[in-house]
């Protein structure tokens, strides 16, 4: 998982946060399927390292996109998500490794469960957009921004996505200006 979480950031930066949590959905179904139809040791562990990468890199993009993604005012709330998640998933599977014990189908039931919450991940980021955030700071592409933005806030008015979209480049320049400042001072302002 450390891997993951380690090159999250800047792989969160080239391919956005949206493929980047592609990209960890892949590797958490190509990781259930080795560990699911592994017959040895090592297999089995190559799967359990490659379902820790993709763990490192969701764990350390999921909070970015959600932050990037919410409305204002239910971001908070939005926040805390990823984590109930976290915890409802262990309990979980709990159940289905007592589930697997007690019918005696062993282990590759509690391996292959997992490939449930990846597919899951899959079908719901290849639905959701892009951040408009990154939109607009890494492809400077403002339309794609609104398009991504008027998806996320479907309840919406155009006038207030267009609002809430220049709320975002006020931020954008605020944040530029600010870690200009920064740099011209060292760095420890």
Same mark, same amino acid.
């Given at each position: 998982?450390? =891997?993951? !979480?380690?090159?999250? @950031?800047?792989? @969160?930066?080239?391919?956005?946060?949206?493929?980047?949590?592609?990209?960890?959905?892949?590797?958490?179904?190509?990781?259930?399927?080795?560990? +699911?139809?592994? $017959? $040895?040791?090592?297999?089995?562990?190559?799967?359990?390292?490659?379902? @820790?990468?993709?763990?490192?890199?969701?764990?350390?993009?999921?909070?970015?996109?959600?932050?990037?993604? $919410?409305? %204002?005012?239910?971001?908070?709330?939005?926040?805390?998500? %990823?984590?109930?998640?976290?915890?409802?998933?262990?309990?979980? !599977?709990? =159940?289905?490794?007592?589930?697997?014990?007690?019918?005696?189908?062993?282990?590759?039931?509690?391996? @292959?469960?997992?490939? =449930?919450?990846?597919?899951?991940?899959?079908?719901?980021?290849?639905?959701? %957009?892009?951040?408009?955030?990154?939109?607009?700071?890494?492809?400077?592409?403002?339309?794609?921004?609104?398009?991504?933005? +008027?998806?996320?806030?479907?309840?919406?008015?155009?006038?207030?996505?267009?609002?809430?979209?220049?709320?975002?480049?006020?931020?954008?320049?605020?944040?530029?200006?600010?870690?200009?400042?920064?740099?011209?001072?060292?760095? =420890?302002?």
């Amino acid at each position: 998982a450390i =891997f993951g !979480s380690i090159g999250s @950031g800047r792989l @969160g930066d080239l391919a956005g946060r949206r493929g980047s949590l592609l990209i960890s959905s892949g590797a958490f179904l190509i990781g259930g399927v080795v560990m +699911t139809a592994s $017959s $040895s040791v090592s297999t089995l562990v190559v799967g359990r390292l490659v379902a @820790g990468f993709a763990a490192g890199l969701a764990s350390a993009t999921v909070n970015p996109y959600i932050a990037e993604c $919410s409305a %204002p005012e239910v971001r908070g709330a939005m926040l805390s998500l %990823p984590q109930l998640g976290v915890s409802s998933g262990i309990l979980i !599977s709990y =159940f289905v490794a007592l589930a697997a014990m007690m019918n005696g189908v062993g282990w590759r039931l509690m391996l @292959g469960a997992s490939l =449930f919450p990846a597919f899951l991940q899959v079908a719901a980021m290849l639905a959701l %957009p892009e951040s408009p955030r990154w939109l607009l700071t890494r492809a400077k592409d403002e339309a794609k921004a609104r398009i991504a933005l +008027t998806q996320l806030r479907d309840d919406q008015s155009a006038e207030e996505v267009e609002a809430e979209l220049k709320s975002l480049r006020e931020g954008l320049q605020r944040e530029a200006a600010s870690m200009s400042v920064k740099a011209g001072q060292g760095g =420890f302002a």
